[in-house]
């Protein structure tokens, strides 16, 4: 029998996936409480993830002195972000932005992404090993990438990595420095605009700035969740995809080597570390709209309904030989990046910085490999998240 406390323990990374298999197989609709849920299996992961009967926006359950628990300004920001928002408002907005990471766009940042990891790996050769890959390397990159990208200056981008922590941290309940963080992050943000209305640039922030002058497109407060929004994941994503994936490797030493000798399977190795160690383990908050029947268990209005992506990844059902790590695999329709609606808008941004950064770093660092083979895994204690502490590696013989 699965056990309810498990999900909440702090060691729940490690047992995550032993558990999930349990979830699907004895249990695939789990109550985590008597109105919160988590869905496991692959079919009814996608079914809930594109259903219109289960929604974002949850101030059509909770209002009054639910909405007094936090404060005004802070709280419209995280109810007007794209993630938790319905249709029309969640196509309104997705729209706004969606130009800015189309397939073809991406494809033209190319030669830029290139060139940022050739210097943090020229910076890793000149510092020697044992190194961080984490904070050397799968963090920076997508932190440069995401803030040029919405014209974020090179000075500020690492107070962005304290203020992501925080928010990430709060969604658990965890002790952390929230309001005075995002306040922080809030002014930050403010100060910018400001300089951008005076001297706008080519870059997204000036752009959607313009947009909400307009007025009609966007207002202060989405735009305020947009920027937050697109700074959080446009990198979190990217950094577990990369440190997860070189993990994987690691763990799985024949691999490591196939894709040594042969780089051009990198983009299938991409796809299977976002099978194997899902950056994202759950879905955002969706919310039963109505009582409903969902695979044999009653859901009430104002429910809370998780989708655990990880867990879908490893379905048995749709995945052959599920538990193996295997970077030539053929048939991978993971759902790493959501379904839906609300599949994630910065997916071939992240597929395109984790190609170039585990081909150029192998390509670099030809023996690679773990400084301490033998220390288990420090998994990041957010519940949505699967992500390292820390990745420590040598990159000499």
Not at 281 to 303: I, N, P, Q, V, Y
């Amino acid at each position: 029998m699965v056990n309810t406390e498990t999900v909440f323990q702090s060691n729940f990374k490690v047992e995550a996936y032993p558990f999930y298999k349990e979830l699907r197989k004895d249990d695939p609709v789990f109550a985590m409480s008597e109105n919160s849920w988590i869905v496991t299996k692959y079919e009814h992961v996608k079914e809930l993830l594109k259903s219109p009967s289960f929604i974002k926006d949850q101030s059509k359950f909770f209002s009054g002195d639910h909405a007094e628990d936090h404060l005004g300004e802070i709280d419209a920001i995280f109810r007007h972000m794209m993630l938790d928002v319905d249709p029309p408002n969640h196509t309104r907005l997705r729209k706004l932005v969606q130009p800015y990471f189309n397939p073809r766009t991406i494809k033209g940042l190319e030669p830029r992404i290139r060139e940022i990891a050739d210097d943090l790996l020229t910076d890793m050769k000149k510092k020697g090993s044992p190194i961080d890959l984490l904070n050397d390397y799968a963090f920076p990159l997508p932190i440069i990438v995401i803030s040029e990208l919405l014209g974020v200056p090179a000075e500020d981008r690492n107070k962005f990595r304290k203020w992501s922590n925080t928010i990430l941290a709060a969604a658990d309940n965890l002790a952390t420095d929230f309001v005075e963080d995002v306040e922080a992050f809030i002014t930050y943000l403010t100060h910018l605009f400001e300089e951008r209305k005076t001297y706008p640039k080519d870059d997204l922030i000036s752009k959607l700035l313009q947009a909400e002058e307009e007025g009609e497109k966007l207002n202060k407060d989405e735009l305020y969740s947009m920027i937050v929004l697109l700074i959080i994941a446009g990198h979190e994503t990217t950094v577990n995809l990369i440190t997860n994936t070189m993990y994987a490797l690691f763990e799985h030493p024949a691999q490591l080597e196939k894709l040594k000798t042969d780089l051009s399977l990198v983009e299938s190795a991409i796809e299977e570390g976002l099978r194997f160690y899902s950056p994202v383990d759950f879905s955002t908050a969706r919310w039963a709209e109505e009582d409903t029947e969902f695979h044999g268990k009653t859901l009430k209005r104002g429910d809370l309904v998780l989708a655990s992506l990880s867990s879908a990844n490893r379905d048995e059902a749709i995945f052959e030989n599920a538990d193996q790590f295997d970077i030539k695999r053929k048939h991978n329709p993971h759902v790493a990046f959501g379904f839906g609606i609300h599949f994630c808008l910065g997916a071939p941004l992240a597929r395109l910085e984790g190609r170039i950064a585990l081909e150029k770093l192998l390509t670099a660092f030809p023996d690679i490999r773990l400084s301490n083979p033998f220390q288990e895994p420090e998994w990041r204690p957010v519940f949505l998240l699967r992500g390292l502490e820390k990745l420590e590696i040598n990159i000499e013989d």
